[in-house]
């Protein structure tokens, strides 16, 4: 038996197990979702380009995500000279703990790891 695995089938399957158990689909990106995201490709000094296009961010959400993780201590300017960039970001130690705490967390709420 062959199985039909468009988009728009999945998307309705996905729609379909919510329902059935009492959730609310929802095909977004998470705050939390986001900021791990943003982090990850931060795991090596990365310019704000590189963060925003390894993220799938828009510039406003770049904008947006950057001021909240450097102002909470999760990501940092980095040290290291890009002669392209101006500066450089890189994920802190509180970043990390982060990332494992939402690695974590998603394999109870989801029940499949996350890198």
């Avoid at 000279?81 to 705490?101: M, P, R, W």
Wanted: proline share 3%; charged share 25%; hydrophobic share 35%.
């Amino acid at each position: 038996m062959f199985y039909n695995l468009s988009l728009e089938n999945l998307n309705n399957t996905y729609i379909h197990i919510c329902t059935t158990l009492g959730e609310t689909p929802s095909l977004q990106r998470g705050r939390w979702d986001i900021m791990a995201s943003v982090l990850r490709v931060a795991r090596s000094p990365k310019s704000r380009t590189h963060i925003m296009y390894g993220a799938n961010l828009s510039f406003r959400q770049l904008e947006r995500y950057m001021e909240l993780l450097l102002d909470k201590g999760l990501l940092r300017v980095s040290e290291e000279i890009n002669s392209k960039a101006k500066q450089l970001y890189v994920i802190t130690d509180l970043g990390l703990s982060f990332l494992e705490t939402y690695r974590r967390l998603a394999v109870v709420d989801r029940g499949k790891p996350r890198s």
